[in-house]
């Protein structure tokens, strides 16, 4: 079956520590995305990448890092620069980049500051 | 620059009674809007979607929307409320001039009374 697996299901950091979040995709897509929620506020678009090698900042890019050095892989870090990074994470991908194209989304990484 | 209000945080009706779920977007220019679903602790699952094509969308498990330009509205409808309805539900849109991002409402989580 095809999808979106985003691990580890939940994840716990330290003050100072960087942490790794990963998502991988087996749909072929081009897109991948990172959003953040919290609650009462819908999602936010923290990364996205439109092609391998090549990723751009979304609306709250400060404290996180991505990178795309494969097609089907796209992890997310959360630095200690990110002073509030409890939310749920979601990872998304679509065929290409483009407003008609839905995006699928992987089941999520729940981050809490231990 | 778009945006799109949920226009009820919370809609609870009765097991076999008809759903409506407001929403309202904001566009430049004739925006992509879709709809999706989210169970606890899940991804977000997409339920239909519009692109200028019907005015009135079919989705998943009997929803349907009607995109209406005069009113800038595009209101998620089912006419008999099941309980396996009981999620989040968000309202997303698409501008294709501007940034081709999506913006997300803020949610409705619907309640089903038994």
């Known amino acids: 079956d095809g999808g979106i697996t985003q691990s580890p299901k939940y994840l716990f950091r330290k003050e100072g520590q960087n942490v790794t979040l990963s998502c991988e995709q087996n749909l072929n897509h081009d897109a991948m995305y990172w959003y953040r929620q919290d609650p009462g506020q819908g999602l936010r678009l923290i990364y996205y990448?439109?092609?391998?090698?090549?990723?751009q900042k979304g609306d709250i890019a400060e404290g996180y890092s991505v990178s795309r050095e494969k097609k089907e892989s796209f992890p997310l870090t959360v630095t200690s620069a990110q002073k509030n990074p409890t939310a749920f994470y979601l990872c998304?991908?679509?065929?290409?980049?483009?407003?008609?194209?839905?995006?699928?989304f992987g089941d999520g990484t729940r981050l809490s500051i231990l | 620059a778009q945006s799109v209000t949920q226009l009820d945080s919370h809609v609870s009706v009765s097991e076999g009674t008809p759903v409506l779920l407001r929403c309202n977007y904001s566009?430049?220019?004739?925006?992509?809007l879709f709809w999706y679903v989210q169970h606890p602790n899940k991804g977000l699952q997409l339920l239909l979607k519009y692109t200028s094509a019907a005015t009135l969308v079919k989705g998943i498990n009997g929803f349907e929307a009607e995109f209406k330009k005069s009113e800038t509205s595009f209101h998620l409808t089912k006419p008999s409320a099941h309980m396996s309805d009981a999620a989040e539900y968000f309202c997303v849109v698409s501008d294709p001039e501007g940034n081709e991002k999506l913006t997300f409402g803020t949610g409705t989580r619907l309640t089903i009374i038994p």
């Open positions: 566009s430049s220019y004739s925006p992509s």
């Open positions: 990448s439109q092609i391998v090698n090549d990723f």
């Open positions: 998304a991908s679509s065929i290409r980049q483009g407003s008609s194209q839905p995006q699928h």
